[in-house]
């Protein structure tokens, strides 16, 4: 029963409409899931942008239950439930259950551990969450004050929290929705700290699902984003636990003495840590792909002034994605997206490696014998380079997804600034991300600097700046050299100079950043050159790959000038000539592939869920059907007088019955 | 009756909190208007970061009546409801009325439109609203759709809207509240086009609120932010309005030969939006403090992280603000505020100057005389030059306010991201004013360069490189030198190189934002040097503002510095030093002064809303307060099991009881 007349009902939009669309195959996997989601009503998006945050939780948690439901029925595998999780597009209350949750049970617990806890863990009986974070300590887990104190007498642990600041705190899955936590508190023993470890602990009772005893729990509050997550607030009043309740893989406490028993290579405690952050740089690529997805689209769409030289109502506005203005900010974006996929395919590919490698040293492995003291400290070595890599690489991943969010919404103009753009809303929701396993990045760029030291010293002798760029080698080498010579300096400084480790932070960020940088340039372009791009891709898309990689490295050059000219990896000549000639003419070449190109992503409508990025460029149709069908604001007429005390004259909506 | 139990309640912080606060004498007026406001109930904030939509804007529009109520009681003036507005701090459904209509009405009516419309509006008898951009058209005046076609057979107009794209969107105030418009439309004579010009049309009933027949009137749906105003869309169905209906105080259609009067100065007609962009300028400073306020603050209640050779629980860990990482995002940022304000303030001085003098022209005025056409061309050019500067002015001061209210939100940790942070929907809030006004700024680059040529011309012979920065002479130089330079290669690629206007609006952005730097620098230094800071201030604080504005010429210079060093305005060697020493030494200056320098903005608790910015530093007890005690969500109790088809097991709370 629409409220709009038949007259407005009939307009149709002036000009053409989505000339740059192509038809694509789709895969099958995702459509058949996609399929599986939109015949359930609970997944019906219509009224999200609208809801307030209890109504959207309620909603979240109904789809929560509903993805378990199909991923049981369909017999779907973790890929599967991902890609689910990935076109409902929202967190769901289930969100740490099934990730940090479950990934800690897997990999820090004992056998006993694993029947009591990991088991029902699995079947959803135990619903838990990862509760690290504190009122007052963030990022850094050295300073949590919740305490774990151990108790001969009757072998438990008592966890408590001493202080309104050591409350722990935006716990994802906590605020409603979890009975059990791994709590990450002060061990003690005997009145000596052993530093933080995680226990596990039973924290609502299966059956009313009110907290137990001595323990209060609630949800944080409404977010910037994220609001279908229930983040929570825990506290414990001396709560006793058993000695099982300490996570017992890597470390240990004897039942009978007390005594602790030391993890048998320290920096796999960070192991969960790393991996989260190695997720979001693969993830990061996809995130920003989205937005770059929605603001290509509708910049084909929309169109903007007429050419300058064409008389008044002659010529149609010109396609806003032939603007050279507009093509700056979004084609690097879109090739920062194919940068990011790769690094963070090849970071997942080099932890993975990694860790089968360490746990064979623990558990002996497939090897049958354990590891010497020599390749232990080898393979934690390169664990903790890969740590101090992986810091760098999730903040430059998450920032570079972030900041090119933001400027895809801008670049949608003022309807950008609409739910309905679908970037605002996603937006808010990944921001998160660029806090999450921020474990002192700060702290962690010295072990980058020594890491880069290394490399730097085999390149002293071998020349200062290159005379061009031309050739794709050249540019790669010109990102080493920068953060080579940037690991010199900040050394300098402080070695020799000794200035202080305060005053020298803003370098070693700079230098993290370096860093990351060359990674990517690096990984974008050993992609291409890789036996399994040259396979399965056609010479055209090679090519068309490899100007995106030229067009990112260049304008991330460009954009970082000042650094490349100072170290003498380029000359301002050089940094003249890359913008304003093969930038230039990059963006030219690659603006017919953009369509096609943010296709490739395979982003479905339904996922999206965005008037401007619609595939059937029906933008103006979709954004008048949302504000006028579907937005309850309109069903209120309202008396907008000064002198009349009443708000409201009509009250039509079913939704508003409770107004009091 | 609360909800949490009394042993947390019983909890204290832990650790020393917020030693750097001081007091200060509060201003009187702003104090008198915040305890009238304080003493109104539906002022009560405590559900704001929880209601939905149309809970908001009920609320919004009691607030914006209650307004009314007190301007009248209290006989307030224009600044002092500026200031209500400002402490209450959420855009009113009144706003568009309050701000582009009446003034619209005020400069554009002629002396029967004063009468019939203006008289009314001030007393809100009309509500109004300012209906220029369209579903497909933003920022491009000219490529409106919508119709006012004049029929001379009974001397009226119609207005319609022939398109989809021609329904008026985004408009503030319109979607529910207003029940007048000024709508730009293509005026059209006999056929012929002459180009968009305000009407003022009704829209709704005065009795019943309905819309008029043929019009259709709608809100446009949920935004990023600013969700209590009720931005609308518009269509018209060939709706007839009377001769008076188009605004005639600088253009007219004569009743009986349809002839059409030309406007006196054509660049009046963009007064109206001139006045906008230069208020924007003057609020930016404003905006950004708020966010520094809340950061810097909550940067000396924070603590993170020992000092680094302290051995474990022996030292606290320190004040975030004393981290030169966190000095260099927030110190640069506080005095950005400052150079926003002085610019805004002496850009506001010379619109209203030359506003005044166009105004005398035009009637007459005080000189008792016309102008002649040379007299008005000078005043016209002027006004050109005072358009094109605060089109570039504007989009600097939007996005420095708008990108640094972000890393204000970021400098915060997690906590940030809460919306009991006060900056996100703030920052959301704000985000409009970066597209408001937005009239073709690409365009006007090329006004910005005929500008610039002129003094880059008398600046040709006087030498390149300056020897060194410790004058502040030489920094204000080299800004301007930048921005010569920068003209010159735009208009050599335009001019001799016949480069295409398309290929060059990047050189152009940059050019504009150039030149915009160097008027904030300058209009920094020159408010220092004015008579009215040397009686005013003491010599301690003009002191501290030097070092602010030596500390935002020398960052926002090493931000640049690509552009400083290819145009040879200084040397490499100039802008490492400018980093490495001067910049560092600033911060560490400026840093005992920061709190007091936030202080300075005067901005109240109850205006800010912020746990984290709270004068007296008690951080964590306002977060526990709102999330455990506020909170909707934590009244309601679920079961979270994927079998249980129930969502909710309780339903404790009154504002739940609709739920099905």
């Given at each position: 029963?629409?409220?709009?007349?038949?007259?407005?009902?009939?307009?149709?939009?002036?000009?053409?409409?989505?000339?740059?669309?192509?038809t694509?195959e789709?895969?099958?996997?995702k459509?058949?899931?996609?399929?599986?989601?939109?015949?359930?009503?609970?997944?019906?998006?219509?009224?999200?942008?609208?809801?307030?945050?209890?109504?959207?939780?309620?909603?979240?948690?109904?789809?929560?239950?509903?993805?378990?439901?199909?991923?049981?029925?369909?017999?779907?595998?973790?890929?599967?439930?991902?890609?689910?999780?990935?076109?409902?597009?929202?967190?769901?209350?289930?969100?740490?259950?099934?990730?940090?949750?479950?990934?800690?049970?897997?990999?820090?617990?004992?056998?006993?551990?694993?029947?009591?806890?990991?088991?029902?863990?699995?079947?959803?009986k135990?619903?838990?969450?990862?509760?690290?974070?504190?009122?007052?300590?963030?990022?850094?887990?050295?300073?949590?004050?919740?305490?774990?104190?151990?108790?001969?007498?009757?072998?438990?642990?008592?966890?408590?929290?001493?202080?309104?600041?050591?409350?722990k705190?935006?716990?994802?899955?906590?605020?409603?929705?979890?009975?059990?936590?791994?709590?990450?508190?002060?061990?003690?023993?005997?009145?000596?700290?052993?530093?933080?470890?995680?226990?596990?602990?039973?924290?609502?009772?299966?059956?009313?699902?009110?907290?137990?005893?001595?323990?209060?729990?609630?949800?944080?509050?409404?977010?910037?984003?994220?609001?279908?997550?229930?983040?929570?607030?825990?506290?414990?009043?001396?709560?006793?636990?058993?000695?099982?309740?300490?996570?017992?893989?890597?470390?240990?406490?004897?039942?009978?003495?007390?005594?602790?028993?030391?993890?048998?290579?320290?920096?796999?405690?960070?192991?969960?840590?790393?991996?989260?952050?190695?997720?979001?740089?693969?993830q990061?690529?996809?995130?920003?792909?989205?937005?770059?997805?929605?603001?290509?689209?509708?910049?084909?769409?929309?169109?903007?002034?007429?050419?300058?030289?064409?008389?008044?109502?002659?010529?149609?506005?010109?396609?806003?994605?032939?603007?050279?203005?507009?093509?700056?900010?979004?084609?690097?974006?879109?090739?920062?997206?194919?940068?990011?996929?790769?690094?963070?395919?090849a970071?997942?590919?080099?932890?993975?490696?990694?860790?089968?490698?360490?746990?064979?040293?623990?558990?002996?492995?497939?090897?049958?014998?354990?590891?010497?003291?020599?390749?232990?400290?080898?393979?934690?070595?390169?664990?903790?380079?890969?740590?101090?890599?992986?810091?760098g690489?999730?903040?430059?991943?998450?920032?570079?997804?972030?900041?090119?969010?933001?400027?895809?919404?801008?670049?949608?103009?003022?309807?950008g600034?609409?739910?309905?753009?679908?970037?605002?809303?996603?937006?808010?929701?990944?921001?998160?991300?660029?806090h999450?396993?921020?474990?002192?990045?700060?702290?962690?760029?010295?072990?980058?600097?020594?890491?880069?030291?290394?490399?730097?010293?085999?390149?002293?002798?071998s020349?200062?700046?290159?005379?061009v760029?031309?050739?794709?080698?050249?540019?790669?080498?010109?990102?080493?050299?920068?953060?080579?010579?940037?690991?010199?300096?900040?050394?300098?400084?402080?070695?020799?100079?000794?200035?202080?480790?305060?005053?020298?932070?803003?370098?070693?960020?700079?230098?993290?950043?370096?860093?990351?940088?060359?990674?990517?340039?690096?990984?974008?372009?050993?992609?291409?050159?890789?036996?399994?791009?040259?396979?399965?891709?056609?010479?055209?898309?090679?090519?068309?790959?490899?100007?995106?990689?030229?067009?990112?490295?260049?304008?991330?050059?460009?954009?970082?000038?000042k650094?490349?000219?100072?170290?003498?990896?380029?000359?301002?000549?050089?940094?003249?000539?890359?913008?304003?000639?093969?930038?230039?003419k990059?963006?030219?070449?690659?603006?017919?592939?953009?369509?096609?190109?943010?296709?490739?992503?395979?982003?479905?409508?339904?996922?999206?869920?965005?008037?401007?990025?619609?595939?059937?460029?029906?933008?103006?149709?979709?954004?008048?059907?949302?504000?006028?069908?579907?937005?309850?604001?309109?069903r209120?007429?309202?008396?907008?007088y000064?002198?009349?005390?009443?708000?409201?004259?009509?009250n039509?909506?079913a939704?508003?019955?409770?107004?009091?």
């Amino acid at each position: 029963m629409s409220i709009v007349p038949q007259w407005v009902r009939d307009l149709k939009p002036s000009g053409p409409q989505g000339n740059f669309l192509f038809t694509k195959e789709a895969r099958k996997r995702k459509h058949d899931i996609l399929a599986a989601l939109k015949s359930e009503k609970v997944f019906d998006k219509s009224q999200n942008y609208f809801s307030g945050r209890v109504d959207r939780f309620e909603t979240a948690l109904a789809r929560a239950k509903k993805l378990r439901h199909l991923y049981l029925k369909h017999g779907w595998d973790e890929m599967d439930r991902q890609t689910a999780n990935d076109l409902t597009s929202e967190p769901t209350p289930y969100g740490l259950h099934e990730s940090m949750f479950l990934i800690t049970l897997r990999d820090q617990t004992n056998d006993e551990q694993k029947e009591k806890y990991t088991k029902p863990a699995n079947d959803y009986k135990f619903i838990g969450c990862y509760a690290q974070t504190e009122l007052g300590h963030g990022s850094n887990v050295r300073g949590l004050e919740t305490t774990a104190t151990w108790n001969q007498e009757d072998q438990s642990f008592t966890i408590h929290t001493p202080y309104l600041t050591a409350g722990k705190w935006w716990i994802g899955s906590l605020g409603r929705t979890a009975n059990h936590a791994i709590v990450m508190a002060q061990l003690i023993i005997k009145g000596k700290g052993y530093g933080p470890h995680p226990f596990i602990v039973q924290i609502r009772d299966l059956e009313t699902h009110e907290p137990l005893p001595n323990i209060h729990i609630g949800d944080i509050g409404p977010k910037y984003g994220y609001n279908t997550m229930d983040n929570g607030y825990l506290f414990f009043n001396h709560v006793k636990v058993p000695h099982i309740a300490m996570l017992a893989r890597f470390v240990s406490i004897d039942k009978e003495t007390g005594k602790y028993k030391r993890p048998a290579a320290a920096a796999l405690v960070y192991g969960t840590m790393t991996w989260v952050r190695s997720h979001i740089v693969l993830q990061a690529g996809g995130v920003l792909a989205r937005g770059v997805t929605i603001a290509t689209r509708y910049a084909t769409v929309r169109r903007q002034f007429q050419d300058r030289d064409a008389p008044q109502h002659e010529k149609g506005e010109n396609q806003v994605l032939n603007y050279t203005m507009v093509q700056i900010r979004l084609l690097p974006l879109l090739a920062a997206c194919f940068a990011l996929h790769f690094t963070g395919k090849a970071m997942m590919e080099l932890y993975e490696a990694n860790q089968n490698k360490l746990k064979a040293f623990v558990d002996g492995g497939d090897t049958g014998r354990s590891a010497g003291p020599e390749e232990l400290q080898a393979s934690s070595d390169m664990l903790a380079d890969l740590h101090a890599t992986s810091c760098g690489l999730k903040s430059i991943a998450s920032y570079t997804a972030v900041e090119g969010l933001e400027v895809c919404r801008r670049a949608c103009g003022g309807h950008g600034y609409s739910s309905f753009s679908g970037i605002g809303t996603y937006y808010a929701d990944y921001l998160p991300t660029t806090h999450m396993g921020k474990v002192s990045n700060y702290i962690l760029t010295q072990q980058v600097a020594r890491y880069l030291l290394k490399s730097a010293r085999s390149k002293q002798d071998s020349g200062c700046a290159y005379d061009v760029l031309g050739n794709d080698a050249d540019i790669i080498s010109a990102f080493a050299w920068r953060a080579s010579y940037l690991t010199f300096e900040a050394l300098k400084h402080r070695d020799v100079d000794k200035r202080s480790w305060n005053s020298l932070l803003v370098d070693f960020y700079r230098l993290s950043r370096s860093h990351s940088q060359y990674l990517m340039v690096k990984n974008f372009y050993n992609t291409l050159q890789s036996s399994q791009a040259k396979n399965e891709l056609d010479p055209e898309t090679v090519g068309v790959l490899h100007k995106l990689f030229r067009l990112f490295a260049l304008h991330t050059l460009e954009q970082e000038a000042k650094e490349f000219y100072v170290s003498s990896a380029v000359t301002v000549r050089q940094i003249q000539l890359a913008r304003t000639t093969t930038v230039m003419k990059l963006l030219e070449e690659i603006r017919p592939h953009a369509v096609r190109l943010v296709d490739s992503w395979d982003f479905s409508d339904w996922q999206m869920d965005s008037s401007l990025g619609r595939y059937d460029g029906r933008v103006c149709e979709d954004m008048f059907y949302r504000a006028s069908e579907l937005n309850p604001l309109n069903r209120v007429t309202v008396d907008p007088y000064p002198d009349s005390p009443v708000i409201f004259k009509k009250n039509e909506s079913a939704s508003l019955k409770s107004r009091l």
